[in-house]
Protein backbone atom coordinates (compact mmCIF):
# COMPACT_ATOMS: atom_id res chain seq x y z
CA UNK A 1 0.00 0.00 0.00
CA UNK A 2 3.03 2.16 -0.29
CA UNK A 3 1.64 4.49 -3.41
CA UNK A 4 2.27 7.55 -4.06
CA UNK A 5 0.48 10.38 -1.91
CA UNK A 6 0.40 13.83 -1.75
CA UNK A 7 2.36 15.77 1.45
CA UNK A 8 -0.48 16.92 4.21
CA UNK A 9 0.11 19.80 6.37
CA UNK A 10 -1.81 19.00 10.14
CA UNK A 11 -2.68 20.52 12.61
CA UNK A 12 -1.68 20.81 16.06
CA UNK A 13 -4.36 18.17 17.48
CA UNK A 14 -3.33 15.95 14.48
CA UNK A 15 -7.52 15.56 13.72
CA UNK A 16 -7.11 18.04 10.26
CA UNK A 17 -4.88 17.54 7.62
CA UNK A 18 -4.83 19.43 4.62
CA UNK A 19 -3.35 18.82 1.11
CA UNK A 20 -3.56 20.15 -2.56
CA UNK A 21 -4.67 18.02 -5.12
CA UNK A 22 -3.08 18.72 -8.59
CA UNK A 23 -4.55 17.70 -12.15
CA UNK A 24 -6.10 18.88 -14.86
CA UNK A 25 -8.36 21.19 -12.71
CA UNK A 26 -5.34 23.09 -11.38
CA UNK A 27 -4.70 22.84 -7.64
CA UNK A 28 -7.93 21.94 -5.82
CA UNK A 29 -7.32 22.07 -1.37
CA UNK A 30 -8.79 19.38 0.17
CA UNK A 31 -9.30 18.47 3.83
CA UNK A 32 -9.41 15.43 6.43
CA UNK A 33 -11.18 16.13 9.62
CA UNK A 34 -11.56 13.29 12.15
CA UNK A 35 -14.07 14.40 14.64
CA UNK A 36 -14.88 12.47 17.79
CA UNK A 37 -18.49 11.78 17.85
CA UNK A 38 -21.08 10.93 20.58
CA UNK A 39 -18.97 7.73 21.65
CA UNK A 40 -15.38 8.14 23.37
CA UNK A 41 -12.99 7.27 21.00
CA UNK A 42 -15.47 7.03 17.85
CA UNK A 43 -14.63 9.40 15.65
CA UNK A 44 -15.96 10.48 11.88
CA UNK A 45 -13.58 10.57 9.24
CA UNK A 46 -14.85 13.29 7.28
CA UNK A 47 -13.43 14.67 4.31
CA UNK A 48 -13.98 16.68 0.96
CA UNK A 49 -12.23 19.74 -0.98
CA UNK A 50 -12.68 23.07 0.82
CA UNK A 51 -14.92 25.80 0.83
CA UNK A 52 -13.21 28.78 0.91
CA UNK A 53 -15.31 31.17 1.87
CA UNK A 54 -16.92 28.92 5.08
CA UNK A 55 -13.20 27.04 5.55
CA UNK A 56 -14.91 23.72 5.90
CA UNK A 57 -15.36 20.59 4.01
CA UNK A 58 -17.74 20.09 0.66
CA UNK A 59 -18.05 16.09 0.66
CA UNK A 60 -20.37 16.88 -2.50
CA UNK A 61 -18.68 18.53 -4.67
CA UNK A 62 -17.16 16.67 -7.97
CA UNK A 63 -13.08 17.22 -8.34
CA UNK A 64 -12.75 14.98 -11.31
CA UNK A 65 -8.73 15.78 -10.77
CA UNK A 66 -7.59 12.39 -12.32
CA UNK A 67 -5.88 11.60 -9.37
CA UNK A 68 -8.10 9.63 -6.82
CA UNK A 69 -5.75 6.80 -6.40
CA UNK A 70 -3.40 9.74 -5.23
CA UNK A 71 -5.84 11.21 -3.03
CA UNK A 72 -7.63 8.45 -1.47
CA UNK A 73 -3.70 7.04 -0.49
CA UNK A 74 -3.15 10.22 0.82
CA UNK A 75 -6.52 9.92 3.27
CA UNK A 76 -5.62 6.98 4.20
CA UNK A 77 -2.14 7.52 4.99
CA UNK A 78 -3.37 9.95 7.78
CA UNK A 79 -4.89 7.12 9.35
CA UNK A 80 -1.92 6.31 10.42
CA UNK A 81 -0.77 9.60 11.31
CA UNK A 82 -4.40 10.09 13.61
CA UNK A 83 -3.70 6.83 15.26
CA UNK A 84 -0.52 7.26 16.22
CA UNK A 85 -1.57 10.32 18.20
CA UNK A 86 -4.77 8.87 19.27
CA UNK A 87 -4.32 5.25 19.27
CA UNK A 88 -7.71 4.17 21.36
CA UNK A 89 -9.80 5.60 18.39
CA UNK A 90 -12.16 3.80 16.28
CA UNK A 91 -12.72 5.74 12.68
CA UNK A 92 -16.00 5.61 10.76
CA UNK A 93 -15.82 6.36 7.53
CA UNK A 94 -18.97 6.54 4.92
CA UNK A 95 -19.25 8.65 1.66
CA UNK A 96 -21.52 11.16 1.41
CA UNK A 97 -23.43 9.01 -1.11
CA UNK A 98 -23.19 5.62 -1.98
CA UNK A 99 -21.35 5.84 -5.26
CA UNK A 100 -18.49 7.37 -2.81
CA UNK A 101 -19.84 4.78 -0.26
CA UNK A 102 -18.79 2.16 -2.80
CA UNK A 103 -15.41 3.49 -4.06
CA UNK A 104 -14.26 3.08 -0.20
CA UNK A 105 -15.22 -0.19 -0.30
CA UNK A 106 -13.01 -1.01 -3.91
CA UNK A 107 -10.31 0.82 -2.77
CA UNK A 108 -10.08 -0.92 0.79
CA UNK A 109 -10.63 -4.58 -0.98
CA UNK A 110 -8.10 -3.39 -3.05
CA UNK A 111 -5.19 -3.15 0.02
CA UNK A 112 -7.06 -5.09 2.28
CA UNK A 113 -4.19 -7.85 2.68
CA UNK A 114 -1.56 -4.31 3.50
CA UNK A 115 -4.43 -2.41 5.83
CA UNK A 116 -4.48 -5.62 7.86
CA UNK A 117 -0.81 -5.68 8.91
CA UNK A 118 -1.65 -2.39 10.91
CA UNK A 119 -5.67 -2.16 11.30
CA UNK A 120 -9.34 -4.40 12.36
CA UNK A 121 -11.62 -3.21 9.21
CA UNK A 122 -15.10 -4.23 9.96
CA UNK A 123 -17.90 -3.01 7.44
CA UNK A 124 -21.31 -2.43 8.69
CA UNK A 125 -24.36 -3.93 7.44
CA UNK A 126 -28.18 -2.72 9.00
CA UNK A 127 -27.35 -2.08 12.37
CA UNK A 128 -24.43 -4.90 13.00
CA UNK A 129 -20.88 -4.31 12.21
CA UNK A 130 -18.72 -7.56 11.11
CA UNK A 131 -15.23 -8.24 10.20
CA UNK A 132 -14.75 -6.41 6.95
CA UNK A 133 -15.29 -9.58 3.68
CA UNK A 134 -14.17 -8.69 0.19
CA UNK A 135 -17.79 -8.69 -2.31
CA UNK A 136 -19.62 -7.85 0.48
CA UNK A 137 -21.65 -4.22 0.37
CA UNK A 138 -21.27 -2.04 3.29
CA UNK A 139 -23.13 1.14 4.81
CA UNK A 140 -20.07 2.19 6.52
CA UNK A 141 -16.23 1.37 7.57
CA UNK A 142 -14.96 1.43 10.97
CA UNK A 143 -10.98 0.74 11.48
CA UNK A 144 -8.66 0.83 14.24
CA UNK A 145 -4.98 0.27 15.22
CA UNK A 146 -3.87 -3.57 15.27
CA UNK A 147 -2.56 -3.35 19.29
Do not use: C
Request: net charge negative; aromatic share 12%; hydrophobic share 35%.
Amino acid sequence: MIEERYIVEFGADFHVFEFDSEGPKGKVRKIIQYTEINLKNYFNLGFGDKNHKTNEIDDLVVTNNNDSQKVLATVAATLFEFTDHHPEANVIAVGSTLARTRLYRIGITNNLEAIEKDFEIFGLKGKTWHKFEKGVEYDAFLVRRRK
